[in-house]
């Protein structure tokens, strides 16, 4: 197992130290980084960096030294930002494998919580794919659960522009919960990652309509004519729309995401009502059959008042 060298701190020129080729975190923010620029400026480095230390030959035939970071790189590129030019590392001794730089990297921002969820699925990738760790494996070595690794590696599912959206923090986590629903459903799923976008759904209500579209996706039969009714509805009103048939009638069930976008819906459909024929909107559906007008005038004579009250309607 590889220890410190000689369990002492030393101090090593900034420039001579090479960042890790494995370094998981691909963002760094510069605001925070800044911020910890301005501490170090005041208190100095307060916890070592810890870097692996090479001899390599030079061209004029001396001996030289070089060290590469296996941990702290926040703390490094921060120290350059203050300017300062020494900074304290410890140096690791003893065979330093690309595993070992990977792991330590990828659990030094775990336990800091400093990789994004995007970051932190790729380091889990590379540890499974190119170091054949099983998803418990690299569960025991962070700290977390098989279900958390596997949960995470995921993520990497969605397309780029997803993944680059929950890197940026312009969705979150619980977000991909709802999109990875729907990754055999790829318009569907760009479709509700940009109302996620644009209308700011919380997960809840992404969740929600990513529910609807997998039980649309199950029905056992298929009605065509209800489906292009659907399409129609969700046409005129720029909303999604389901119609779910029952044995007798059904209900027509229409999304909406605050009080605004509920009064924009019924100001379209008052002016739908306006300016669309009662012939327009009959000429698809099939015509009453005898029993069933002698049915509907009985109807209409008990429940004129209540024909076009909101109680009949769910939204």
Known sequence: MSRFYNDSVFWVEVDKIKPNPYQPRREFDEVHLK????????????????????????GDG?????????????RLRASKLAGLLQVPVLIRTGEETDLIKLELAIIENIQREDLNPVDRARAFERLSKEFNFKHHEIGKKVGKSREYVSNSVRILTLPEAMLNALSDNKITEGHTRPLMMLVDRPQEQETLFKEIMA????????????????VERARKIIDNEIIEIENQFKEKLGSR???????????VTIDFFNKDDLRAL??????????????TLIKNIEPLTEEEQILAEDETKNDDESLYSIANFSI
Do not use: F
């Open 35 to 58: 911020s910890l620029a301005d501490s170090i400026r005041q208190y100095g480095v307060l916890q070592a960096l810890v870097v692996t230390r090479k001899e390599v030959e030079k």
């Open 62 to 74: 001396g001996l030289g030294v070089e060290y590469e970071l296996v941990a702290g790189e926040r």
């Open 199 to 214: 209308k700011k759904l919380n997960v809840r209500e992404a969740e929600s309509i990513a529910r609807h579209i997998a």
């Open 241 to 251: 729309v389901r119609i779910e048939k029952r044995d007798e009638g059904g209900r």
């Open 266 to 279: 019924l100001e379209r459909i008052a002016r739908e009502g306006e300016t669309v024929s009662t012939e």
